[in-house]
């Protein structure tokens, strides 16, 4: 386990916040101190001596309060003890050496150096608000993730899990029966019986019994090319090396050029029944020309290549080819040049899986933006995502767990505003009960949304625009109109309830 806790701070090292790399350098001196230095050093030897140096000092200042488990001693044997048998009891087995490496919850372990309450996982004060917590956690997490992009290393241990629907309740046990006789003599009860199928025809009303369709269920993120030995050999048999020498050149044209080589040359295989993998493809450009290309044009071609082999029916683009680029897009979104094809790269997949997955993607990324340009361009987005999309299928409270945190309770007046538009939105679709989850917010803000609640409350949601092949029954214009508004003007998608989701029902 030190390997996985060390490799995970030191992700935190190169972060761009400068709390988050003393958080992460106080977390791995502390954890050099309890484990000693000799198991921890074989792991930081990559790192550089000025941030070495500052982990040694912290590991110097740490002073680890959680003691070892002593193993009492062995009582003396009574006299009459040895007269049952002549074997002497067996050994007592030496404590473990590595007994301080999991202390128990009862004895923490903390540093001394100013913050006794630091958390010894991630390094953060305890005593920081939980939306600064997550923030820098996500900081953490989106450093990780650019940098083995960069490197071109499998990120499959980085990504975040798919958002779970809200489990329901689990009801209370009922009061056992008094000791005493009764007062009526009870009936022997009847062993349940399961729910009979609904009758061809049949309404069916949310939450009573029935799952949700099978558009709710998160699609796993798979990857088919992870930590795969011969990958570079199986780009080279199926990328040209024209094209991947112009990927490496230092001429802007020549790598654009190159782009335009690959599309045609996926095209064409596609056509003829030998398609390349989508897989192979986005794990080329995360190399070369790389997610951080200096020219836009370039970082074009590779977002609009994106959204074609998106949309090819022919070609096998999975959720793992999704996943390698969903952070790159929503970190473009803010970018006056790239925004327009990063976007239509995340409907394109949204089109081909569903929204409640590309959602789950980008929730993570926005959440580790640090300008609020860019986390307010991508509220808009999910604002806008929403009213072309509908709520079919969408889960919306790590969406509205995720637009508080960032951006309701931001300092940025741009972001707050986006924020509360997305809240507008999301009223049209859910209705007036939403305010309900805006209780912990201050008294203006409060006002401002309430306002804007005012505004859109009697307009319905729109006609959605696109269509999800993820979801079940969804084909066309009737797939369009399946996510739409409800007559009622309360945006309740058919055969659905998106309440069911902010707040779960139990069956009765």
């Given at each position: 386990?030190?390997?996985?806790?060390?490799?995970?701070?030191?992700?935190?090292?190169?972060?761009?916040?400068?709390?988050?790399?003393?958080?992460?350098?106080?977390?791995?001196?502390?954890?050099?101190?309890?484990?000693?230095?000799?198991?921890?050093?074989?792991?930081?030897e990559s790192v550089d001596k000025i941030k070495l140096e500052k982990i040694h000092e912290y590991a110097e200042k740490a002073t680890v309060k959680a003691k070892a488990p002593v193993?009492?001693?062995?009582?003396?044997?009574?006299?009459?003890?040895?007269?049952?048998?002549?074997?002497?009891?067996?050994?007592?087995?030496?404590?473990?050496?590595?007994?301080?490496?999991?202390?128990?919850?009862?004895?923490?372990?903390?540093?001394?150096?100013?913050?006794?309450?630091?958390?010894?996982?991630?390094?953060?004060?305890?005593?920081?608000?939980?939306?600064?917590?997550?923030?820098?956690?996500?900081?953490?997490?989106?450093?990780?993730?650019?940098?083995?992009?960069?490197?071109?290393?499998?990120?499959?241990?980085?990504?975040?899990?798919?958002?779970?629907?809200?489990?329901?309740?689990?009801?209370?046990?009922?009061?056992?029966?008094?000791?005493?006789?009764?007062?009526?003599?009870?009936?022997?009860?009847?062993?349940?019986?399961?729910?009979?199928?609904?009758?061809?025809?049949?309404?069916?009303?949310?939450?009573?019994?029935?799952?949700?369709?099978?558009?709710?269920?998160?699609?796993?993120?798979?990857?088919?090319?992870?930590?795969?030995?011969?990958?570079?050999?199986?780009?080279?048999?199926?990328?040209?090396?024209a094209i991947l020498s112009g990927f490496s050149s230092t001429k802007w044209k020549e790598r654009m050029e190159a782009m335009d080589q690959l599309k045609e040359h996926l095209s064409?295989?596609?056509?003829?029944?030998?398609?390349?993998?989508?897989?192979?493809?986005?794990?080329?450009?995360?190399?070369?020309?790389?997610?951080?290309?200096?020219?836009?044009?370039?970082?074009?071609?590779?977002?609009?290549?994106?959204?074609?082999?998106?949309?090819?029916?022919?070609?096998?683009?999975?959720?793992?080819?999704?996943?390698?680029?969903?952070?790159?897009?929503?970190?473009?979104?803010?970018?006056?040049?790239?925004?327009?094809?990063?976007?239509?790269?995340?409907?394109?997949?949204?089109?081909?899986?569903?929204?409640?997955?590309?959602?789950?993607?980008?929730?993570?990324?926005?959440?580790?933006?640090?300008?609020?340009?860019?986390?307010?361009?991508?509220?808009?987005?999910?604002?806008?995502?929403?009213?072309?999309?509908?709520?079919?299928?969408?889960?919306?409270?790590?969406?509205?767990?995720?637009?508080?945190?960032?951006?309701?309770?931001?300092?940025?007046?741009?972001?707050?505003?986006?924020?509360?538009?997305?809240?507008?939105?999301?009223?049209?679709?859910?209705?007036?009960?939403?305010?309900?989850?805006?209780?912990?917010?201050?008294?203006?803000?409060?006002?401002?949304?309430?306002?804007?609640?005012?505004?859109?409350?009697?307009?319905?949601?729109?006609?959605?625009?696109?269509?999800?092949?993820?979801?079940?029954?969804?084909?066309?214009?009737?797939a369009a109109a399946a996510g739409s508004g409800s007559a009622s003007g309360s945006g309740a998608p058919a055969g659905e309830d998106p309440m069911d989701d902010l707040f779960p029902?139990?069956?009765?």
């Amino acid at each position: 386990d030190v390997k996985r806790y060390v490799d995970q701070l030191k992700s935190g090292l190169d972060d761009g916040d400068a709390g988050v790399r003393e958080s992460a350098a106080e977390c791995l001196g502390t954890l050099s101190k309890l484990v000693t230095a000799k198991v921890v050093e074989p792991f930081i030897e990559s790192v550089d001596k000025i941030k070495l140096e500052k982990i040694h000092e912290y590991a110097e200042k740490a002073t680890v309060k959680a003691k070892a488990p002593v193993a009492a001693k062995p009582k003396a044997p009574a006299a009459g003890a040895g007269a049952r048998g002549s074997r002497p009891p067996p050994p007592r087995s030496k404590p473990a050496a590595k007994a301080p490496a999991a202390p128990s919850a009862a004895a923490p372990v903390s540093a001394s150096n100013g913050d006794d309450g630091a958390d010894g996982e991630s390094g953060l004060s305890a005593n920081l608000p939980p939306h600064i917590r997550k923030k820098l956690e996500a900081s953490a997490r989106a450093a990780a993730i650019k940098k083995a992009q960069r490197e071109g290393k499998p990120i499959d241990d980085l990504l975040p899990p798919p958002p779970q629907p809200a489990a329901k309740p689990t009801p209370a046990a009922r009061p056992s029966a008094p000791s005493g006789p009764p007062k009526r003599p009870a009936a022997a009860p009847a062993a349940r019986k399961p729910p009979a199928a609904p009758k061809p025809g049949a309404k069916t009303k949310p939450g009573a019994g029935t799952s949700a369709s099978s558009g709710k269920k998160d699609e796993a993120i798979k990857m088919r090319f992870a930590n795969d030995e011969s990958l570079d050999d199986k780009i080279a048999s199926a990328i040209p090396e024209a094209i991947l020498s112009g990927f490496s050149s230092t001429k802007w044209k020549e790598r654009m050029e190159a782009m335009d080589q690959l599309k045609e040359h996926l095209s064409n295989q596609a056509a003829g029944g030998t398609g390349v993998h989508p897989e192979l493809v986005v794990r080329q450009l995360s190399r070369k020309p790389g997610w951080k290309e200096s020219n836009f044009q370039v970082s074009q071609r590779a977002f609009q290549l994106i959204e074609w082999m998106a949309n090819e029916e022919d070609l096998e683009f999975n959720t793992g080819a999704a996943a390698l680029c969903a952070p790159t897009l929503v970190d473009k979104l803010g970018d006056i040049k790239l925004k327009g094809p990063a976007s239509n790269a995340l409907v394109a997949i949204a089109q081909r899986f569903t929204l409640r997955f590309v959602v789950g993607l980008v929730i993570e990324p926005i959440r580790g933006q640090k300008s609020p340009k860019v986390l307010a361009d991508c509220l808009a987005w999910l604002d806008t995502q929403m009213l072309e999309f509908g709520t079919k299928g969408l889960s919306l409270r790590p969406v509205v767990e995720m637009v508080k945190e960032v951006g309701l309770q931001s300092s940025n007046a741009q972001t707050r505003t986006k924020a509360v538009a997305f809240m507008g939105t999301l009223r049209r679709a859910v209705g007036p009960a939403v305010m309900d989850l805006m209780g912990d917010l201050n008294p203006q803000l409060l006002q401002l949304i309430e306002a804007e609640f005012e505004r859109v409350g009697s307009q319905p949601m729109p006609e959605p625009i696109h269509t999800q092949r993820g979801l079940s029954g969804e084909n066309g214009a009737g797939a369009a109109a399946a996510g739409s508004g409800s007559a009622s003007g309360s945006g309740a998608p058919a055969g659905e309830d998106p309440m069911d989701d902010l707040f779960p029902r139990q069956d009765l």
